[in-house]
């Protein structure tokens, strides 16, 4: 199957960024946290859209977007990294995600609340030492399991051991625990910032030199 995927670098057009949008729409759907953020089905698929093209976009300075596209071009995963010295992103990218952000989200004021919770502490638990950080990595859901995130994974990798750096995440699902493991990341917390809400989970790798 990977014979016929192959990685992408280059930058995302507006196009692009839409179809990167619908995959991880497509891919989060029926996670737990989005769930609580938002169970209703139509608000969900809504915000969803507009949180990850939001995200892709203003990534900042230091970020880094990839992509594994079947052979016709379509877009089946995507992976976002911060480089080292990214995060926290430049204030200016802050204030120009807000809109994007909100209209994800404004419709449900607890949503708004929660989110800024777990914005909160994951922002409190992030390392301070220089280190890539994997912000985002999602495929397409007929196409998990084919190995679509490996190839992310590695590609992006090979550059963080190149440079003899530190990488680092989070994850809101235990399961994904031993497969980030399989990457060389280990667990290092567990936050849990709302009580009703899904817990978030940090990894960290080490560097390989």
């Known amino acids: 199957m990977t014979d016929e995927l192959r990685i992408d670098r ?3 057009t507006a196009g692009e960024l839409d179809e990167c949008a619908v995959v991880g729409l497509r891919a989060f759907y029926t996670d737990p946290f989005f769930v609580h953020l938002s169970p209703g089905a139509h608000l969900r698929n809504r915000g969803l859209y507009l949180f990850f093209r939001t995200a892709l976009k203003y990534l ?9 596209r079947e052979r016709s071009g379509r877009i089946v995963g995507v992976s976002a990294w911060v480089a080292p010295g990214g995060y926290p992103q ?8 807000v809109p994007g952000t909100l209209r994800a989200l404004y419709r449900r004021p607890k949503s708004m609340v929660d989110g800024m919770s777990y914005l909160n502490a ?3 638990a992030h390392p301070k030492d220089e280190h890539w950080y994997l912000y985002l990595l999602f495929a397409d859901p007929e196409m998990q399991r084919r190995g679509v995130g490996a190839m992310l994974l ?5 550059e963080v051991d190149q440079q ?3 990488a ?11 497969y980030y493991r399989r ?3 280990e667990h290092e917390a567990t936050l849990s910032p709302v009580s009703s809400g899904p817990p978030i989970y940090t990894m960290r790798r080490e560097a390989h030199r």
Do not use: C, W
Not at 60 to 68: E, I, K, N, Y
Not at 90 to 97: D, F, I, Y
Not at 168 to 178: A, G, R
């Open 168 to 178: 680092y995440l989070e994850t809101q699902k235990h399961d994904n625990i031993p």
């Open 10 to 12: 280059a930058p995302l």
């Open 183 to 185: 990457f060389g990341f």
């Open 90 to 97: 430049p204030a200016s990218t802050q204030l120009a995600s």
């Open 164 to 166: 003899g750096m530190p």
């Open 154 to 158: 590695k590609d992006r990798l090979t």
């Open 122 to 124: 994951i922002a409190k």
């Open 60 to 68: 900042g300075p230091g970020g880094r977007v990839t992509t594994v």
